[in-house]
């Protein structure tokens, strides 16, 4: 039989950690589920920003929640439609790809979700990209 301690290298890092601490793992059914936020980060991209928020909501496995980090846009992004149902963090100040991303990471910790998915405004994932 194949050692799976928390110094082999098997299993899931989780499994590891709870191993590795001589703690027990509950079942799944006792956890709640995994909840997965898609974070879609944007600069004066009113021309693109509705083709992201339609791919993200037409995902075969969706995602939990939608979060928009705005970096300070002056064209009218943050009142397009597709944003309804949406959470927007509006900087008031362009922070650069890697402060809409920090900013987005904090909100994902502190609403308690699991993983993240980011995206450029201008990206537009296949449908089954998530189920993929």
């Known amino acids: 039989m194949a050692d799976s301690g928390p110094d082999s290298g098997t299993g899931n890092l989780a499994d590891r950690a709870v191993l590795a601490s001589g703690g027990e793992r509950e079942p799944q059914s006792a956890r709640r589920p995994i909840r997965g936020l898609a974070h879609i980060h944007t600069f004066n991209d009113a021309d693109v920003i509705d083709g992201i928020l339609d791919a993200v909501r037409q995902q075969t496995y969706p995602v939990d929640g939608i ?27 362009n922070q650069g790809t890697s402060g809409a991303i920090v900013t987005g990471m904090r909100f994902a910790l502190e609403q308690d979700y699991d993983w993240i998915w980011v995206f450029d405004a201008d990206s537009i994932p296949e449908p089954d990209a998530l189920k993929k």
Not at 70 to 79: E, F, L, P, Y
Request: glycine share 8%.
């Open 67 to 93: 979060l928009v980090v705005d970096n300070a846009s002056k064209d009218g992004t943050c009142d397009r439609p597709s944003l309804n149902g949406t959470t927007v963090v509006r900087h008031a100040e």
